[in-house]
């Protein structure tokens, strides 16, 4: 399927794939969303999301799916109603989505809802007021500044692992920070990329970034106690 022979397919960037529990498989594009019919084999475009940039798409256990979307902020599809609703950051209203730029929407084992954004780090969902709560950084009572949050995995003991331009951050569900780790602990690079996160069957967590990716056993992980070798040179004029 390409634009050219498929005239519901909006652009032939493809950023995300996700298979609904009903059926439909949902395509994000450069240039909005489109929804393929297994059993028609056809692709027919989504009108709401026509002209977005869909990073991910994600489908929580209430039936609602979540589009998130580079410059225009989050849209929430419930399927039973088929009611849609469009959520911005508005600087005036603190529980709005901290930011317009999402790039990825994580749903951990107890159901909550964060959404990774660029500018305005992470904020959780509330199911019961429709707002958004920012998800803040605390180490040792300090608040941490973590603008840019490309995904987001929790491991078997409910910790949340964020990806970011910084490494990859741990914490716990309270947001304090248990560990954080860069290049000097082997990761790839201290750049992460949008959304690539998974978490396998065994619970390896697995995070890619610009020079390839990172698979973690999150039981396992241990400090380095080996000291750096230092060299130095004096030199005299």
Request: negative net charge; hydrophobic residues 30%.
């Amino acid at each position: 399927f390409t634009e050219d022979n498929c005239p519901g397919l909006a652009s032939n960037n493809v950023f995300s794939l996700h298979k609904s529990v009903d059926g439909p498989l949902y395509i994000g594009t450069s240039q909005g969303c489109a929804k393929y019919d297994p059993d028609r084999d056809v692709i027919s475009e989504i009108e709401e999301l026509r002209g977005d940039f869909i990073y991910d798409i994600t489908e929580d256990t209430k039936g609602y799916l979540w589009f998130a979307c580079y410059y225009t902020g989050l849209y929430k599809y419930d399927k039973a109603h088929s009611i849609w609703k469009h959520y911005l950051h508005d600087p005036k209203v603190p529980q709005s989505i901290c930011s317009n730029k999402v790039l990825n929407t994580f749903i951990d084992d107890r159901g909550n809802l964060y959404i990774c954004t660029e500018g305005g780090g992470v904020c959780k969902y509330d199911y019961t007021t429709d707002c958004f709560l920012p998800f803040r950084l605390t180490k040792d009572g300090e608040n941490v500044s973590l603008t840019i949050v490309y995904g987001m995995q929790n491991d078997a003991n409910g910790n949340l692992w964020l990806s970011s331009n910084d490494g990859i951050w741990i914490c716990s569900i309270n947001g304090e920070i248990i560990r954080h780790l860069t290049q000097e602990d082997g990761l790839q690079s201290n750049q992460y990329n949008f959304g690539a996160t998974f978490r396998s069957s065994t619970g390896k967590l697995f995070f890619g970034g610009i020079n390839g990716f990172n698979v973690f056993n999150s039981e396992k992980i241990e400090d380095n106690t080996i000291l750096p070798v230092v060299t130095a040179r004096i030199n005299y004029k």
